[in-house]
């Protein structure tokens, strides 16, 4: 049986990335690869930076105290770092790029979800809106391969959810249940221990078969590796690394465990609304020839999403601190 949390996690990346496509294709930008390396304009970031931080920044700013709980879900020093936010007299304002980032944001989340129903229908929208917490946060926060999932205070939002923080919000709920006494993340469990679990691997192979960047599956193989549930042997192409019989086992408990965790979503309903959308996701995908999804070293992993979303994108979202991309890019 497919676990419904992989389908959530899978629709909320194709959002995020149609959503980040458009933004990076209005927003003066830079990054290290494509055709913006070198450019000007702040460092290129994800909606995960806008949903859970630089959304509430009004141009007059916030007191840092009171954004304590929204900054552990980002990375506020990476925001000031990339330009889009400046830190003075203990207040938090957006900058000029990060005013420009708000402005686009808001209507780009609402045309790409018009999008959205106009290829999928409404169905996703009803069945998310009955079980959809607005007490947690907008998106998924910032991970390290080795961090648990941890949720702020409970904390009510005014504004109508889009479909991303519909998506993020069931998918935290069932995140932070699986993880109250899990050994390892859910994310690393649900990509890279999976990916393993197919047989050996080369290394370089790991980030295509878990659907995350490659510098989140090899922090993600270290972390397996040190707690005896991945070995390897051998260097450079001919290396190999596989589960041991404590990963073997790891792996079942995810899935068990996943499943348990599930048992009180209404899984039937969210599976039909789920698997259409993710099957047909790679119009969501496809990147603009300009774009740096389109570009080495990421091309392959944008192939192999447009191939076959349903198998190739990430089962659990990892939103890394080099600007919020759910594949951890």
Same mark, same amino acid.
């Given at each position: 049986m497919m676990l419904v949390s992989r389908l959530l996690s899978q629709a909320l990346?194709?959002?995020?990335?149609?959503?980040?496509?458009?933004? +990076?294709?209005?927003?003066?930008?830079?990054?290290?690869?494509?055709?913006? &390396?070198? @450019?000007?304009?702040?460092?290129? *970031?994800s909606l995960a930076m806008w949903a859970n931080f630089l959304r509430y920044l009004p141009g007059d700013g916030v007191p840092q105290p009171q954004l304590r709980d929204l900054a552990a879900l980002t990375n506020l020093p990476g925001l000031q770092r990339w330009g889009y936010v400046r830190v003075a007299g203990g207040v938090v304002r957006p900058t000029g790029?990060? *005013?420009?980032? $708000?402005?686009?944001?808001v209507p780009l989340c609402a045309q790409v979800e018009a999008r959205w129903q106009g290829r999928f229908g409404p169905g996703l929208r009803r069945a998310l809106e009955p079980i959809a917490s607005p007490l947690l946060p907008r998106y998924m926060p910032v991970l390290s391969p080795a961090r648990r999932t941890v949720l702020p205070p409970?904390?009510?939002?005014?504004?109508?959810?889009?479909?991303?923080?519909?998506?993020? &919000?069931?998918?935290? +709920?069932?995140?932070? +249940?699986?993880?109250?006494?899990?050994?390892?993340?859910?994310?690393?469990?649900?990509?890279?221990?999976?990916?393993?679990?197919?047989?050996?691997?080369?290394? &370089? +192979?790991?980030?295509?078969?878990?659907?995350i960047a490659k510098e989140a599956?090899? $922090?993600?193989?270290?972390?397996?590796?040190?707690? @005896?549930?991945?070995?390897?042997? @051998?260097?450079?192409?001919?290396?190999? *690394?596989?589960?041991?019989? &404590?990963?073997?086992?790891?792996l079942r408990n995810y899935h068990a465990r996943m499943a348990r965790v599930e048992t009180r979503l209404p899984a039937e309903a969210l599976t039909a609304a789920l698997t259409p959308v993710v099957a047909g996701a790679a119009e969501a995908i496809r990147p603009p020839e300009d774009g740096w999804?389109?570009?080495?070293?990421?091309?392959? $992993?944008?192939?192999?999403?447009?191939?076959?979303?349903?198998?190739?994108l990430p089962h659990h979202p990892l939103v890394t601190h080099r600007g919020g991309f759910p594949d951890g890019s």
């Open positions: 990346v194709a959002f995020t990335i149609e959503v980040d496509n458009a933004f +990076e294709a209005r927003m003066p930008h830079r990054t290290t690869r494509g055709p913006a &390396r070198g @450019g000007t304009g702040p460092w290129l *970031v790029h990060g *005013v420009r980032a $708000q402005e686009l944001f409970p904390r009510r939002d005014p504004d109508p959810p889009d479909l991303a923080a519909l998506l993020s &919000r069931v998918l935290l +709920e069932l995140t932070a +249940e699986y993880e109250a006494d899990a050994r390892l993340p859910l994310a690393v469990s649900a990509n890279t221990l999976r990916a393993l679990g197919a047989g050996p691997l080369r290394p &370089r +192979e790991v980030p295509l078969r878990a659907g599956a090899t $922090q993600s193989l270290t972390l397996l590796l040190r707690h @005896g549930l991945a070995d390897a042997d @051998g260097k450079g192409a001919a290396a190999l *690394v596989w589960l041991t019989p &404590r990963g073997e086992a790891a999804r389109a570009h080495p070293p990421y091309r392959a $992993q944008t192939n192999a999403f447009l191939a076959d979303p349903l198998n190739a």
